[in-house]
């Protein structure tokens, strides 16, 4: 079997900073792992700067990238471009200032989206993760059928879509297969959430049993919240993810009034109404999982449950800080999500968390640098179902990120400082090599696949406005 070298200026080790570092890789694993190699061995790839495990973005709503831009507007400045349709049919100004009015403008998008433009829109996605040195991602996926709720002829084809959308942008994909019934607590789906809805949770299982992964994809499950999943059906979906060992995803508490409503219907909060059905485990990613009480912290940790903080989204929508700490002190393993792309950079995610908290808190050093890489990486992709991959170790799967030490944001500090570096000044442009199954997908700042992703972008969002 053919072997491919990469030699490492520097890499992230087990926790540690080592220089000369040569990695071997074949049938898309790494075989050998050698530290103290001053020098390239003859044949050898280099990859100057920092090298670490492929990152994981393990939050990722695709087609919200649609989104960046155009809903960064106040009350009275206007409907953004993208939901004037959906505004003027319901005769409303849709000025996104909370998070429910922002809402209802991602609904304008969802409801523009086909097979055809959705591959195109994630494919352009995808490819710019690649290049912000993401090698695998978690797609919470509930845009199943046509807008009028109408199955496709094919039940997947917008699952599929994404798919076949991860493997021409080279990274890996978890497809959450996500279970979405109800507009809130048992009120049926509003027109813009039809396509949403299978209409119970045991159709939505026929339908994601169609689903297939295999290669550089999985599928796992996902209740999109205990507002959308009615509390009689959380067993279901909590079950078909347990009988195939596949990842549930939830989201979690991102809002008060998620919280209060919960209450209202069932006398008690989210993540109780999960734990008494089932849903927690250490299977089980809960989303955000901003709003907690004392008790919730304790059952999400006690359960071994991760959560999947997305701070860049969580400050975009105003959501709030969660309380990541008192999470990670109880028990639950942390990993990171761009969820609405606002921007796409797990660097800027990691250092979030601890910044955020910083904010909070007034104090600092809530998390050191291999701590925050950990969770871009290797509780990420654990989360996702890739549990050989995230170390870059004989035997683990052969994802590699490096990110230069030599740009105008990282360069001056000695090379033991390279990983403090990397999390707290580098940014999703610093990554200069991205490489996925022992694949060079980022060459030098340049994807290999998708040779213009910029122009892919703005083609497949453009295509969006111009249906408005």
């Not at 909590?238 to 919280?259: D, I, K, M």
Request: charged share 20%; net charge negative; proline share 6%.
């Amino acid at each position: 079997m053919p072997v491919t070298t990469y030699w490492a200026e520097y890499a992230w080790l087990a926790g540690t900073v080592e220089a000369g570092v040569t990695v071997e890789t074949a049938d898309g694993r790494i075989t050998a792992v050698r530290t103290g190699t001053p020098a390239p061995p003859p044949g050898a790839t280099t990859l100057r700067g920092l090298t670490i495990p492929g990152l994981a973005n393990a939050h990722s709503h695709a087609f919200h990238r649609a989104l960046r831009g155009t809903v960064q507007v106040g009350s009275g400045t206007g409907t953004p471009p993208l939901a004037r349709g959906h505004a003027a049919a319901e005769g409303v100004l849709r000025a996104p200032d909370t998070f429910w009015t922002w809402r209802e403008v991602m609904y304008s998008v969802a409801r523009k989206l086909t097979p055809d433009s959705y591959f195109a829109l994630a494919r352009a996605v995808y490819a710019e993760m690649a290049l912000a040195g993401i090698s695998c991602v978690g797609e919470f996926h509930y845009l199943h059928h046509q807008p009028d709720g109408t199955p496709y002829a094919e039940p997947n084809a917008m699952g599929e879509a994404l798919i076949a959308a991860a493997a021409e942008a080279g990274i890996r994909i978890t497809l959450l297969d996500t279970c979405y019934l109800s507009a809130g607590f048992g009120t049926p789906p509003q027109p813009g959430q039809l396509r949403f809805s299978d209409g119970d949770a045991e159709a939505w299982a026929v339908r994601a049993d169609g689903l297939k992964g295999g290669g550089h994809a999985k599928v796992g499950a996902a209740i999109h919240s205990v507002r959308a999943v009615p509390a009689d059906q959380l067993a279901t979906v909590a079950r078909w993810a347990g009988e195939r060992a596949a990842p549930l995803h939830v989201h979690l508490s991102e809002q008060t009034a998620e919280n209060d409503a919960c209450q209202a219907a069932h006398g008690r909060t989210p993540t109780r109404l999960l734990a008494d059905h089932g849903v927690l485990g250490p299977r089980t990613t809960a989303v955000h999982a901003t709003h907690l009480t004392g008790e919730d912290i304790t059952l999400l940790g006690g359960a071994g449950t991760t959560v999947c903080m997305c701070p860049t989204t969580e400050r975009d929508l105003a959501d709030g800080i969660g309380p990541a700490p008192e999470l990670a002190a109880a028990g639950a393993p942390l990993s990171l999500g761009s969820d609405s792309h606002a921007v796409v950079d797990l660097l800027e995610e990691a250092r979030a968390m601890e910044l955020d908290e910083r904010l909070r808190s007034r104090t600092r050093g809530h998390w050191t640098a291999a701590a925050l890489l950990r969770a871009a990486t290797e509780d990420g992709h654990a989360c996702l179902g890739w549990t050989d991959a995230g170390r870059i170790e004989a035997g683990a799967l052969a994802d590699l990120t490096t990110i230069a030490l030599d740009s105008v944001r990282t360069a001056g500090p000695a090379p033991r400082f390279a990983a403090e570096t990397a999390v707290f000044a580098a940014t999703a442009a610093d990554v200069r090599h991205t490489v996925v199954a022992g694949r060079h997908i980022v060459r030098d700042g340049h994807h290999q696949l998708v040779p213009d992703v910029p122009a892919a972008l703005a083609g497949a969002i453009g295509a969006l406005h111009e249906r408005t």
